[in-house]
């Protein structure tokens, strides 16, 4: 039975390895100290790849950087409603939105990606936005935007963009 078929409980066998490896993390843990502030003023809005370790691409530790991941790394209504709070009640003063290269949202179609999802698993999706776009670029571009036209950020706030090279681990600085 999968965990989305149960009823109650916590699926123990699966994720053991998780909850064994929280158990190292604790003994050792040292950040009980800090605020839910970003100490660095800073929040950046990455994509969820695993190979992206934010905090480590921009030198900094926990408790310095709000970070906020999706697909794509794309400005959504809920990175919008994330920034409102982070801005107005977390010390964000800057914001960087920071996607990366080989990103498969950027590899293909929004009809693309449905269809493979589809014949993946036989769930069609067309009911969501997958906010696909093969233009990193231009899609920076547009998110860039939507957060500096967005009336709701904190006034002195200030806003830019960095692709990130996942083979090579730098930032490029967008100034389109």
Partial sequence: MTYLAQ?????DDVF??????????????????????????LAIITCMD??????????????????IRNAGARVTE???RTLVLATHLLGVRRILVMPHTDCRM???????VHAQILAASGMDTRSLEIRT?????????SDLTRIRAFPLLH??????????????????PFRG
């Fill in 50 to 67: 695993s190979r992206i370790e934010p905090l480590a691409i921009v030198g900094m530790r926990p408790g310095d950087v709000k970070i």
């Fill in 133 to 141: 776009e093969r233009d990193q670029e231009q899609a920076l571009r």
């Fill in 16 to 41: 053991a390895d998780v909850v064994a490896a929280n158990a190292t993390y604790a003994r050792n843990f040292k950040d009980a100290h800090l605020t839910g502030k970003a100490v660095q003023g």
């Fill in 78 to 80: 809920d990175v919008l």
């Fill in 106 to 112: 950027a590899s293909g179609t929004e009809a693309e």
């Fill in 7 to 11: 009823e109650h409980g916590f699926p």
């Fill in 155 to 172: 006034p002195q706030v200030d806003v830019a963009g960095a692709i990130y090279n996942v083979s090579s681990g730098l930032l490029q």
